[in-house]
């Protein structure tokens, strides 16, 4: 018998985990605090690997914006590779990306990069009042962020991610003069009291290190030379994040206003662009070997791309080249080179704040192991003095106040008169209806 109330009918939990696993990582998150039952669903390995995997189909190119002292972080979906159109250059398409952070000058941000979902500050103040300088690790999506003491030695500091054990660890590599191979440190994040521990290098090549670093599949590539004077030269170093170890791939050619280290294919790669259309690609097959593949592509014609306003983003996980203009000033575009059907197509990025210079990186992917499970973050209080609200363009030659009241007057007339005819339309079909 009908109680007159239907009954609700519980929802299937495969249909819960097809449902969540289309939800942005912080979403899920949130979720999994709701009920016992969805916290229980969305802590198996099962869903993590699905919105993970889900995840990777839906990346993102992220921006970081310096001007004076201060960093803001914007992102948007990269380019679909069923956008692509025929062999010549495709006309631009425009996006508009988010915004996530914005850090200001006076907290004295140093950014050094960005590795699996996490951006890397070697030193930022944090506390209010207090010029006490850390080390801090941030999700730039959520202002999510660890903090670790400042080693007070002049070197490099490297961010890089374990994908077996699920950790992040911090490379530090002293770059003083009387250089030491126990000098060295390494810092775990997330196993109680993080503490800098000591880690020795059988070779002395970090006298100088060159370039903020790359991590791949849990290695982490970096160059660095014996010497900061005079020619030397620049090998590649490999340290691997979960053993701690360390390993010379042997010496490479390198000009760092033309060459880039890049992730392709889950192999580093070193690309090459001299000029306008000549680009090459080398790949490391082996490390122990030390062996590598040339590839060698020529660029569409095109008159958007060169090598003093653009630089190279990264390789996609799709197998595309991402440029990106180095100033943020006048028309912003990013352009990716398909490797595969050696065409380009351009996109017009619009709503980025004006006059600042940038760092752009591929493959932005959200990873729940970032968001929920990493404990080391912190998600209250957040980050001093950081801006979470998108800046407001600056408005360009407003008009005097005469004109204003003249628009603002001939507005409010149009108005009247659209009512006016309105209201004659109701009156007309009130008549047909008597």
């Known amino acids: 018998m009908s109680t007159g109330e239907e009954e609700l009918v519980p929802i299937p939990n495969d249909l819960i985990v097809d449902i969540f696993s289309r939800l942005p990582a912080e979403s899920v998150a949130r979720c999994r605090c709701l009920s016992k039952l969805w916290g229980s669903i969305l802590h198996r390995p099962y869903f993590t690997e699905l919105l993970l995997t889900r995840s990777w189909a839906r990346p993102r190119l992220l921006f970081a914006l310096k001007r004076q002292g201060s960093w803001s972080f914007y992102s948007l979906p990269q380019l679909r590779q069923d956008l692509y159109h025929d062999n010549k250059a495709s006309p631009p398409l425009v996006a508009y990306p988010d915004f996530h952070l914005k850090f200001p000058e006076h907290i004295c941000p140093e950014y050094h990069g960005f590795t699996s979902g996490l951006i890397f500050f070697s030193s930022m103040r944090i506390t209010p009042k207090v010029r006490k300088e850390e080390t801090v690790i941030c999700k730039p999506r959520t202002g999510q962020y660890a903090s670790v003491p400042k080693l007070l030695r002049d070197g490099k500091s490297f961010l890089g991610f374990d994908p077996i054990g699920k950790q992040f660890k911090v490379l530090f590599i002293d770059q003083t003069v009387t250089y030491s191979p126990d000098v060295n440190r390494v810092l775990t994040l997330g196993n109680g009291i993080m503490e800098w521990r000591k880690i020795n290098c059988p070779w002395s090549l970090f006298q100088c290190v060159l370039d903020e670093g790359i991590c791949i599949n849990g290695i982490l590539f970096f160059l660095a030379k014996r010497r900061h004077f005079g020619p030397c030269d620049v090998n590649i170093v490999c340290f ?16 760092s206003s033309y060459a880039k280290l890049v992730n392709y294919k889950g192999k580093l790669g070193v690309v090459t662009w001299k000029g306008l259309y000549e680009l090459s690609i ?9 062996e590598w593949s040339e590839y060698v592509y020529t660029l569409p014609e ?53 006059g600042h210079r940038v760092c752009a990186y591929v493959d932005l992917v959200e ?9 080391y973050l912190k998600s209250s209080p ?31 007339l149009q108005n009247r008169q659209w009512t006016t005819l309105l209201q004659n339309k109701l009156d007309m079909l009130a008549n047909f209806d008597d």
């Not at 729940?368 to 990493?374: G, K, L, Q, R, S």
């Open 367 to 375: 990873d729940i192991y970032n968001v929920n499970d990493a404990k």
């Open 282 to 290: 080398s790949v490391l097959e082996d490390v122990e070997k030390h």
């Open 302 to 354: 095109n008159n958007i791309l060169d090598s003093f306003n653009y630089f190279i983003a990264g390789v996609t996980a799709t197998g595309e080249i991402v440029f990106s203009r180095n100033v943020t000033r006048g028309p912003f575009y990013v352009v990716y080179f398909s490797l595969e059907s050696s065409t380009l197509q351009s996109v017009e990025i619009r709503g980025l704040e004006s």
């Open 382 to 412: 957040r980050l001093n003095d950081v801006i979470t609200i998108r800046p407001k363009p600056k408005k360009l030659n407003s008009a005097p106040s005469s004109v204003k009241n003249e628009q603002s007057a001939s507005l409010l």
């Open 240 to 255: 691997d994040v979960r053993s701690e170890e360390f390993k010379c791939t042997g010496v490479v050619e390198w000009d």
